[in-house]
């Protein structure tokens, strides 16, 4: 099953063609991952599987691994999508909690999110951009938080954010490291009532 995140519907038709091609190579690209391994895996074998060029996959991919970059990415702004059309009365702890509940299901269908998050936590350069990918996510969500509940001091708003983010990648390393031992809704909505209880 595809990796493939949809697109909005405002996103220009050149635009679509572009993302359309890197989702395809990234498709490709994380096949290969699971197969053989991420250090293990060349570009030009990468490209060689979609019919391009070495050459052509440097086009759309600075490095192999901006591939894993642009799943991310395009997950991040449905998320952050999903969290501002949650209902305007709805706990903001609730509301960031639903907001993940597409990634969950979709990613999980596809069969191949635990075995890439193995990927991911086992390859440090991978895990190292993974953890610099959590600001990006603080930062839309706190972003979008912020535009739903304006008198929120910006401050308290990331902080919350970056509780749910937090909690979020705590369940999903543990689910990768235990290989898929519990659910990663379960441990998702664990960790954030196990917050909550804090407060």
């Known amino acids: 099953m595809s990796y493939c995140v949809p697109m909005a519907p405002d996103v220009s038709l050149r635009e679509r063609k572009r993302r359309a091609i890197q989702d395809e190579v990234s498709q490709a690209a994380i096949d290969l991952f699971l197969t053989q391994g991420f250090d293990e895996t060349p570009v030009g074998q990468i490209a060689a599987k979609v019919g391009m060029s070495e050459r052509t996959f440097f086009r759309y991919f600075a490095t192999k691994d901006d591939v894993i970059?642009?799943?991310?990415?395009?997950w991040r702004r449905r998320v952050v999508l999903a969290f501002a059309e949650r209902p305007a009365d709805?706990?903001?702890?609730?509301?960031?909690?639903r907001a993940f509940d597409d990634y969950i299901a979709e990613t999980a269908a596809t069969g191949q999110s635990l075995p890439v998050m193995r990927v991911i936590y086992k390859t440090p350069a991978l895990h190292g951009r993974h953890m610099a990918r959590q600001f990006d996510w603080r930062a839309d969500l706190t972003e979008a938080l912020l535009a739903r509940e304006p008198q929120l001091d910006p401050f308290v708003a990331l902080t919350v954010v970056g509780a749910a983010v937090g909690c979020f990648d705590a369940a999903r390393e543990t689910w990768a490291r235990s290989d898929g031992a519990r659910a990663l809704d379960v441990l998702f909505d664990e960790a954030m009532a196990a917050v909550a209880a804090i407060g």
């Open 69 to 74: 970059d642009h799943v991310s990415d395009r």
């Open 90 to 97: 709805e706990p903001v702890w609730t509301a960031l909690r």
